[in-house]
């Protein structure tokens, strides 16, 4: 053998394995493990990552929950000052419309007392305090108090014919029924 015919052999052998078909299997099931080894992983981390967005998502939602509940706790809280508030100073409305309906020779002491009366009204309207319509109204045993009643054909049935002590309310909430007369 000449030289070169020997160092075609030698490049031969080591370029190529004698038993090449037996080593291409082995690749395969190791490529093939493998692929199967990172799809499962893959799977689990998908099923992880959407668990773990469905919990930020119920998270979220608990979150605006509990802001929207807080605001509106808030807001009850609120009215239920200016509820009491207004209630404490309700005496002092009915002296003050006492005061208005006494007959007097003073037109300065009256003209003080129906500013004062005037200005004590606009402070229970910015609080959000307003009177409860009751003259000539249809009787709300929710709004009003009936201690009396009366027949007057002229009346319809079931009208407040004449109010006794003016009844207030904030928002929805009655701080005191107005005490009144129902006709029929």
Do not use: W
Not at 7 to 18: G, Y
Not at 161 to 174: I, L, P, R, S, Y
Request: proline letters at 3%; charged letters at 35%.
């Amino acid at each position: 053998m000449t030289k070169e015919e020997e160092k075609r052999k030698d490049l031969e052998a080591t370029a190529a394995p004698e038993n090449t078909e037996a080593a291409v299997p082995e690749a395969d099931t190791a490529t093939e493990s493998e692929d199967n080894a990172l799809t499962a992983e893959l799977e689990a981390l998908r099923k992880e990552t959407a668990e773990q967005g469905e919990k930020y998502l119920r998270l979220a939602a608990e979150y605006d929950n509990f802001r929207k509940r807080s605001l509106k706790e808030k807001d009850a809280i609120g009215q239920e000052v200016r509820a009491a508030t207004a209630a404490a100073f309700l005496p002092v409305y009915d002296n003050l419309e006492r005061a208005i309906q006494q007959e007097t020779s003073d037109e300065a002491y009256k003209k003080g007392v129906e500013m004062t009366m005037s200005q004590f009204k606009q402070v229970l309207e910015s609080l959000g305090v307003s009177e409860i319509e009751a003259l000539g109204a249809p009787f709300d045993p929710e709004k009003h108090n009936a201690v009396m009643h009366i027949e007057d054909e002229s009346l319809g049935e079931n009208v407040v014919a004449e109010v006794f002590q003016t009844g207030f309310q904030c928002g929805d909430k009655v701080i005191r029924c107005a005490m009144v007369k129902v006709a029929n």
